[in-house]
């Protein structure tokens, strides 16, 4: 109670409001970031085995463009995958004859090569789900992997890695990150793909599944076709394949979660931070239909972020000089533990250079994430059907 008493005298109530408030919000940060830092030691392997060994794959990608970039360099990557039995199922959305043609070239060099065409409408646009289903009833295997033209493995291990989750579930997540590129915009937009991944890599690590992502996922036709769920049945949406569709069938007990710098892939980066806020204002949009929990945390969690610095802030201005320094301290704190867990999380999904910058990602994503949330008020067109 003396000790109490001095603190009281010396610093009055305002003292004792923001310390026990920095204190709070201090606990509440570092409890998050020891959650995200659990999948660094996260092993697959200790799920029960509910196949014998790894089955044949088939991975399935939508090509809405005549992406010649795509045929040179990401393709090849894919069919030249290390992996005893699989098929590349290419779904053509398009009106190009020759780039047509120049894809059935491509069959007479890799025989697991096969291709559905759809005719592109501008009267009738097809969805990224559209032309999945097509190539889900063309597939030829049990267990299916998804990934995008805009994306390629980063190793010749990639699948046969992801295959791996389908021994120990029917569900499979992995990880997908952003290429590198220069400045200081695109070092922030990798960084904020690597930790929005985490949170929800985390939380499947957890028992909690609630999405994975459109780039490197995975599930049987068995869940697609089965009677309960009837595939992408959101039909009047043109997203939530990779995210409403795995809350309906992921479990704790289906998802394997596969974390490798090997089982990564990587997404070309098609422009700046307007081309981002694009893509995450019309993806972000299925967030409205998450679990609560998930909504509150992704919504709360910036909140409690700055109103933590603004604490500090206050402290180190308006108290006194050793009231200020501990302030000081519990910020420095609080950056070694976050660093600490962020580097364990970028070593595991393979991802370089995170640390140097990580501190302006820290003060600037709360305000990419209101600019993000004020985006989203309004409604998408190219969401809804």
């Known amino acids: 109670m003396l000790l109490i008493e001095r603190f009281l005298a ?17 606990v509440v940060q570092v409890a998050r970031y020891v959650r995200l830092g659990r999948l660094a030691a996260y092993t697959n392997n200790r799920r029960h085995a509910v196949r014998e060994a790894e089955p044949p794959v088939s991975v399935i990608v939508p090509l809405f463009s005549e992406d010649y970039a795509f045929l040179e360099e990401r393709l090849p990557l894919l069919l030249q995958q290390e992996y005893r039995q699989f098929e590349v199922v290419l779904v053509y959305v398009g009106q190009s004859s020759e780039f047509y043609e120049d894809l059935l070239g491509l069959r007479q060099c890799y025989a697991h090569l096969y291709f559905s065409r ?31 033209s805009d994306a390629a493995p980063r190793s010749p291990r990639w699948l046969a890695l992801m295959a791996k989750g389908f021994v120990r579930g029917d569900v499979v997540i992995g990880y997908c990150g952003l290429e590198g590129g220069r400045g200081l915009v ?42 309960r769920v009837n595939g992408f049945n959101r039909l009047n949406m043109n997203i939530g394949e990779d995210d409403l569709f795995l809350q309906e ?15 990564t892939v990587e997404q070309h980066a098609w422009g700046g931070l307007g081309w981002w806020l694009r893509e995450e204002s019309y993806y972000g949009a299925a967030a409205r239909f998450y679990p609560r929990r998930v909504r509150w945390s992704n919504r709360l969690e910036p909140l409690v972020r700055v109103a933590f610095f ?32 962020v580097r364990r999380i970028a070593r595991r999904l393979g991802e370089r250079r995170m640390l140097r910058l990580y501190f302006l990602y820290d003060l600037a994503s709360p305000l990419w994430g209101l600019v993000l949330g004020l985006r989203m008020l309004r409604k998408d067109p190219r969401v809804w059907r």
Request: aromatic share 10%; charged share 20%.
């Open 10 to 26: 010396a610093y009055g109530i305002e003292g004792a409001v923001l310390t026990a408030a920095g204190l709070l919000l201090f």
């Open 186 to 227: 695109n070092r922030l937009m990798r960084t904020g793909r690597m930790m929005r991944s985490a949170d929800w890599i985390s939380r499947a690590v957890l028992g909690r599944p609630h999405r994975g992502i459109l780039h490197n996922f995975g599930f049987t036709k068995s869940l697609y076709f089965d009677k």
């Open 310 to 341: 603004a604490v500090v802030a206050w402290a180190c201005v308006r108290m006194p000089l050793p009231f200020a320094l501990a302030a000081a301290g519990l910020l420095l704190l609080r950056y070694l533990i976050v660093l600490f867990e």
């Open 249 to 263: 069938v992921a479990s704790r007990e289906n998802v394997s979660t596969i974390l490798s710098p090997k089982a």
């Open 118 to 148: 759809i005719h592109f409408d501008p009267r009738r646009p097809i969805s990224r789900k559209m032309a999945l289903n097509i190539g889900i009833k063309a597939a030829h295997n049990e267990c299916l992997l998804f990934t995008s």
